[in-house]
């Protein structure tokens, strides 16, 4: 299950799961299957739609169950488990387990809300004084890269 696009994208580089985007959900019947993965983005700290998953969650109490999210922060241990920490419960964190891919900034696909967000970021960051690493995320990159989705892959295949 993922937060929308990349649909075929997901579809191939991941044979032998049914994938569905997020749109879809409604006709997904996680009760067939022994391991459910949901995939999402970040947005300020928080993972995107993740509420929905919560809600799944006593259904899939017999499953492994994964959540991958992307963003743009550098794959830093501690920043990872303090976004973990801000996402998930204990208790939740007992069922799921957590991923993080590092992937960048698209400035090219944004639309609407995000682009608006982002172009209030970068004003605040064109102001500073003394840049930081962070500034960065003043124009796009990708970081994305298939080595990342390893620990995913050991998870589910193990
Ligand atoms: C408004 C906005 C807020 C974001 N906040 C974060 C963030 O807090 N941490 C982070 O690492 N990346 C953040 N990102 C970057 C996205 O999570 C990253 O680009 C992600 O790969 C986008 O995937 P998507 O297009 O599938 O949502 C943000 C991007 C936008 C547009």
Redesign the pocket.
């Known amino acids: 299950m993922t937060?929308?696009?990349?649909k075929a994208t997901i579809k191939e580089t991941t044979p032998g799961w049914d994938c569905l985007p997020f749109e879809e959900r409604a006709r997904a019947e996680l009760s067939q299957y022994d391991r459910v993965v949901f995939g999402s983005?970040?947005?300020?700290?928080s993972i995107?739609k993740l509420s929905w998953l919560k809600k799944q969650l006593p259904g899939l109490s017999s499953k492994r169950v994964a959540v991958f999210f992307?963003?743009?922060?550098g794959p830093d241990e501690k920043a990872i488990a303090q976004?973990v920490e801000k996402n998930f419960t204990r208790a939740e964190l007992s069922q799921v387990q957590p991923f993080y891919l590092w992937?960048?900034?698209?400035y090219g696909?944004?639309a609407g809300?995000?682009k608006w967000?982002?172009s209030v970021?970068r004003k605040m960051l064109a102001s500073k004084k003394n840049p930081t690493q962070e500034d960065k995320l003043a124009a796009s990159f990708d970081k994305a890269d298939r080595k990342y989705l390893a620990p995913l892959e050991e998870y589910l295949t193990r």
């Open positions: 937060a929308a696009r990349g983005s970040l947005r300020a700290g995107r992307t963003g743009a922060m976004c992937g960048g900034m698209n696909s944004m809300l995000d967000m982002m970021f």
